[in-house]
């Protein structure tokens, strides 16, 4: 019998063993039982709280979307213009944590399973989302809409296809230089844009 007052101690245990677990194995291929193992605790009960490994991944993913909204909740209140507030949501993309090996490689199985998973491919649908209308609240009060969304969907596009290089490791970018790059194109979109406003 579970000790009383240890469910969340022990529910977060086991997701951080399923982020470290599957950033090893770099797949989801890992069983309930190797999880369990890297949190200290029995199958059984790994079991008891979620049900399911697809659970335990699921419930692994909706965590690190949580942190990554906590990020950009006090990134942004710390941002006082929009241009800042773009800034601060490209920033939070490409914290240091995000590219723990563990982080990528479970991210990488994630996306991975989202073809074969409609709840995994969901939540991932829910971080697309969440950061394109993080970057469109900021765009639209700085060029047109229709613009604004172009524009939002490139950095966007730069934010995850940077991210996916240092994953793989194929011409892997330096944080900085991948913040660096998005706030260029960001920059030179925006130039740009007041240009054809100024015409």
Not at 105 to 128: D, H, K, N, P, T
Not at 157 to 173: C, N
Request: proline share 4%.
């Amino acid at each position: 019998m579970p000790k009383v007052g240890m469910e969340p101690v022990r529910r977060k245990a086991l997701v951080d063993a399923t982020l470290r677990a599957v950033g090893d194995h770099g797949s989801l291929t890992v069983t309930m039982s190797e999880i369990a193992r890297h949190a200290g605790v029995s199958p059984a009960l790994a079991h008891h709280y979620f049900g399911s490994k697809e659970q335990l991944v699921i419930e692994t993913i909706r965590s690190l979307l949580r942190q990554l909204r906590q990020d950009a909740v006090a990134a942004l209140k710390a941002a006082a213009t929009p241009r800042e507030k773009l800034s601060a949501i490209i920033r939070v993309n490409f914290q240091a944590h995000q590219f723990a090996p563990e982080t990528v490689a479970a991210w990488l199985a994630f996306y991975s399973e989202a073809q074969r998973s409609e709840a995994v491919r969901r939540l991932l649908v829910v971080y697309a989302r969440r950061l394109n209308s993080n970057l469109l609240a900021s765009l639209r009060q700085l060029c047109p809409a229709t613009r604004a969304v172009e524009i939002a969907d490139g950095a966007a596009a730069m934010i995850d296809g940077l991210y996916l290089r240092q994953g793989l490791k194929s011409a892997p970018v330096s944080i900085e230089s991948s913040i660096a790059l998005t706030e260029s194109y960001v920059d030179a979109q925006l130039r740009a844009c007041a240009a054809e406003v100024g015409k």
